[in-house]
């Protein structure tokens, strides 16, 4: 008896439902990111075997570069636009709307108070080149990095945390100073900024 071949037909997937999916979990992805700020220079962390998160809002960090200069981020801008006001109280400067839209939109804090009415007079791409070669004075004579943290903490409350971000290049010193300029201020709770490597071997 004869063999009968069955006719091989192609095979269809309708891959519409799939797609859709795909869509849907980008859009949700896109909508629940954060994004982390332009930052004044390139830092890259040391690495650690620490798991714990610093907060995800009403945080200020202080960015350390390779060379000592410190730049300081802070997240809410209701609170950016209240410290600002605090520090030209100090100062005796009165800022212009425009000046303090400015101010919002500059992700980092990194010049001097007398520089800063001329600074945020500047397009957005000029401040950008201008603050990367200057950053917050902290010596003792012109501590205005005190300052800066006394007005955000009294802006954010208790509840602010503060984290210090270093490269991985910056020599101890630049972030000992930091650390004791807080400490000083009686800032004793603060993070670390670093990148999550493995447990080592035998831990």
Request: proline share 5%.
């Amino acid at each position: 008896m004869g063999k009968t071949k069955v006719k091989k037909q192609s095979t269809f997937i309708d891959m519409t439902a799939m797609s859709d999916v795909t869509v849907l979990l980008l859009t949700f992805f896109m909508l629940t990111a954060t994004f982390l700020p332009k930052e004044p220079v390139q830092v890259i962390t040391p690495s650690s075997v620490s798991e714990v998160k610093i907060p995800e809002s009403n945080v200020l960090t202080i960015l350390v570069d390779p060379n000592g200069k410190i730049f300081m981020n802070i997240d809410r801008p209701d609170n950016k636009k209240a410290v600002l006001e605090l520090m030209g109280q100090d100062y005796g400067i009165t800022f212009s709307d425009k000046q303090i839209r400015s101010f919002i939109d500059q992700t980092h804090i990194g010049v001097p108070m007398n520089q800063m009415s001329d600074f945020l007079n500047k397009p957005l791409s000029d401040q950008d080149e201008m603050i990367k070669k200057i950053g917050v004075p902290i010596d003792s004579a012109n501590n205005q990095f005190a300052r800066w943290v006394k007005h955000a903490r009294e802006v954010g409350g208790e509840s602010m945390g503060i984290a210090i971000k270093a490269d991985q290049s910056t020599a101890y010193p630049h972030v000992d100073a930091v650390m004791k300029a807080l400490v000083k201020m009686k800032e004793n709770r603060y993070s670390l900024i670093t990148s999550l490597r493995g447990m080592p071997e035998g831990l």
